[in-house]
Nanobody, 115 residues
Framework: QIQLVESGGGLVQPGESLRVSCLAS????????MGWYRQVPGKQREMLAT???????NYADSARGRFFISRDNAKNTVELQLTNLRPEDTAVYYC?????????WGQGTQVTVSS
């Protein structure tokens, strides 16, 4: 059973960058397809980026070109680099793991973009 803990959220100004991280425990990260999602109160959770076990990544239109996902199986971590942040990027960012037909979520980390 994998457990996921996000970190790295915070308050930044528009145009700045931030890196959010996800540390996995309880199982080897290399077995899981990983992803980052975000959610704003009152809206559905939105997929931002996924990265497969082989390293292939996929991005939502809202993330492509500004957000970059990476994984380090040796460190059991997945990161999402957020660049050129906008106020509309304000949300809780969640780490997600998938293996076969099962999935797991972290507790989320808040990212606030405001001047």
């Amino acid at each position: 059973q994998i457990q996921l803990v996000e970190s790295g959220g915070g308050l930044v100004q528009p145009g700045e960058s931030l890196r959010v991280s996800c540390l996995a425990s309880g199982s080897s990260l290399r077995l899981y397809a990983m992803g980052w999602y975000r959610q704003v109160p009152g809206k559905q959770r939105e997929m931002l980026a996924t990265i497969r076990t082989g390293g292939q990544s996929n991005y939502a239109d809202s993330a492509r070109g500004r957000f970059f996902i990476s994984r380090d199986n040796a460190k059991n971590t997945v990161e999402l680099q957020l660049t050129n942040l906008r106020p509309e990027d304000t949300a809780v960012y969640y780490c997600h793991a998938r293996r076969s037909d099962r999935e797991w979520w972290g507790q989320g980390t808040q990212v606030t973009v405001s001047s």
